[in-house]
């Protein structure tokens, strides 16, 4: 009995230690799984992707930036005018604007790093190859303007899948300086290309320029490849993925577009897109008109290197004041203040300068404040929809360039008009004013794209 009594209390306890520990694992299985599951970057894969994805976008610029740079020598090769060269740097932005949406759309479907890569190999190729289709084409103007146009189509996914792929793998109190770093890229880019650009064509020749920024591009995308990617771009698995995601999570559009704060952040990107195309085309020859003896290199160079670390800084502040606790829509909003507010002051100030200096320090200022939209704007976009970040971006972006492009032509008009810088310069401050007010009113940062007020129903482990 003594014997009997031991073995019962022996498996007793073994029962009960067998049970406690399937409680302890069955407590803990939740938390595992959801480490596991963790859709957000670590730390150290943060910072690679962020290097990397600041490489890519340098790279996408100097793409960019290529032909504008060689435009005077294509033309006296080929014996363009003026109007003809505006043919060929203009196809760009229209073949820029058709696939910004539709580039969002995929990539919130199949990760944005995906479709970044892929159209990296895209454009680089194409630009590498653009010199032989101009030299083998009979009729050069119609192939290079072909060509702009679809490197215009490959490259209108960038931003918008840029915008997804935050929203999906980075959290939201580190995505405003990822976004400000990695934005940084586009004013890297056009420095490194009017830099080296200019030696290379003045040492070689334009068609060098194109094929060094084009192989460097594919080189870019192959090395993600085969070390982060490290697998087939696209893959069954993945497009099977991806239509599931198509089928079982449709884009509420007619919610988001029911929401005053997905119209402010349109309204303000509009803006604020319309304004900075404006400077880019027309600071050059207001400089050239305003000061005849200055030297191109000093206003096509300085203004860049000071929106450099100022976009690196609106990111470190925006994210150093959500840390301390201050509401997300806030901070958004005060990012926005500076580069729309701010810059606007700045742009006024150009109207009765009458000194280079100071001509380039508003400048540079206006310039160094507006990069500051990528702490604001920029961000909230992924607040706002993080499922669909991407194709709303896309929206915004393909807005955005519709209306830089008319603003630059109705400021050219004004300017033929009037006679008067400052007139141009005013009506830009009240744009940015304008869209401002709006965006300071109806700006939020709580998600819009889901229906938070219901509740959620959680399985229970037992």
Not at 35 to 40: G, Q, T, V
Not at 189 to 213: C, K, P, Q, R
Not at 294 to 320: C, E, Q, R
Request: one cysteine or more.
């Amino acid at each position: 009995m003594a014997i009997l009594q031991k073995h019962v209390k022996n498996s007793s306890s073994e029962f009960v230690k067998s049970t406690t520990e399937s409680t302890v694992f069955t407590e803990a299985d939740p938390l595992q799984k959801e480490e596991a599951d963790d859709p957000y970057w670590s730390r150290s894969e943060t910072q690679l992707w962020t290097v990397v994805l600041l490489l890519g976008t340098c790279l996408l610029y100097c793409a960019r930036v290529a032909a504008p740079i060689c435009a005077v020598s294509m033309a006296s090769e080929f014996q363009w005018g003026k109007k003809e060269s505006g043919i060929v740097l203009g196809s760009f932005f229209w073949g820029y604007c058709f696939t910004q949406v539709l580039g969002g759309y995929v990539s919130d479907r199949v990760g944005g790093e995906k479709v970044i890569v892929m159209a990296a190999v895209g454009w680089g190729s194409l630009l590498a190859l653009t010199p032989m289709i101009a030299h083998f084409s009979s009729v050069p103007l119609v192939s290079v303007t072909l060509s702009r146009f679809l490197m215009g189509l490959l490259q209108g996914v960038h931003f918008p899948s840029l915008a997804s792929l935050f929203s999906q793998k980075v959290r939201q109190h580190e995505r405003a300086f990822i976004s400000s770093t990695v934005g940084t890229g586009s004013q890297i880019g056009t420095l490194l290309i009017g830099g080296a650009g200019s030696v290379l064509m003045d040492w070689y020749s334009w068609e060098l320029v194109f094929y060094v920024a084009g192989l460097l591009a594919v080189s870019w995308a192959y090395c993600i490849w085969k070390h982060l990617l490290k697998g087939p771009i696209i893959s069954l698995e993945t497009v099977g993925v991806g239509l599931v995601k198509s089928k079982n999570a449709r884009i509420p559009w007619k919610r988001l577009f029911s929401k005053p704060p997905v119209w402010a952040v349109i309204f303000a990107h509009l803006c604020t897109s319309s304004t900075f195309y404006t400077l880019l085309s027309w600071l050059p020859t207001f400089f050239k008109d305003s000061f005849p003896e200055a030297k191109g290199w000093v206003f096509n160079v300085v203004p860049w290197l000071v929106a450099i670390p100022s976009s690196v800084l609106g990111g470190y502040l925006s994210d150093h004041l959500i840390s301390l606790g201050f509401e997300t829509a806030v901070v958004r909003k005060l990012m926005q203040f500076f580069a729309m507010g701010a810059s606007s002051v700045f742009t006024l100030l150009l109207c009765g300068t009458r000194t280079f200096p100071l001509a380039i320090a508003f400048v540079s200022a206006t310039m160094g404040f507006q990069t500051f939209t990528h702490s604001g704007v920029s961000v909230n976009v992924q607040d706002l929809a993080p499922s669909c970040a991407g194709s709303l971006y896309g929206i915004m972006n393909t807005g955005g360039a519709l209306s830089g492009v008319f603003f630059v032509y109705f400021s050219g008009y004004v300017i033929d008009t009037t006679g008067s810088w400052a007139s141009v310069f005013a009506l830009m401050s009240l744009v940015n004013v304008v869209g401002l007010v709006i965006f300071l009113v109806f700006a939020e940062a709580e998600r819009v794209d889901i229906d938070v007020s219901k509740p959620k129903c959680e399985s229970i482990q037992i």
